[in-house]
């Protein structure tokens, strides 16, 4: 089966700086890649919002909020794509999930989520 888990959530002060990584994985062991991939927030008590998204050629798009500020980015030879966060603000404060789509040698495309990483920023 295919999965998706994220990872490099923690505290930071604001203004600094952190990385998270959404690694795809397949059960089987079969050769996959990520295509698309998307990174989510939720903060508590708010709608889950969409941060940034990367496409398979490398392409990205970026919520307003987070322009010149976050980064995505992947490498396809570790099936992983980040999301590196500067100048963080408490109002980055979140969980946040990985969306991907996730192709197989054999399949088209499955979606995946992430389990979440919690993001605090301390202001």
């Known amino acids: 089966q295919v999965e998706v888990v994220e990872s490099g959530g923690g505290l930071v002060q604001a203004g600094g700086s952190l990385r998270l990584s959404c690694e795809a994985s397949?059960?089987?062991?079969?050769?996959?890649?990520?295509?698309?991939a998307s990174w989510f927030r939720q903060a508590s008590g708010k709608q889950r919002e969409l941060v940034a998204t990367?496409?398979?050629?490398?392409?990205?798009n970026y919520a307003d909020f987070v322009k010149g500020r976050f980064i995505i980015s992947r490498n396809n030879w570790k099936n992983t794509v980040y999301l590196q966060m500067n100048s963080l603000e408490a109002e980055d404060t979140a969980v946040y999930y990985c969306?991907?789509?996730?192709?197989?040698?054999?399949?088209?495309?499955?979606?995946?989520w992430g389990q979440g990483t919690q993001v605090i920023v301390s202001s």
């Open positions: 397949v059960t089987s062991g079969s050769i996959f890649q990520i295509d698309r």
């Open positions: 990367i496409a398979a050629d490398g392409s990205t």
């Open positions: 969306n991907a789509d996730v192709r197989t040698a054999i399949t088209n495309p499955v979606n995946r």
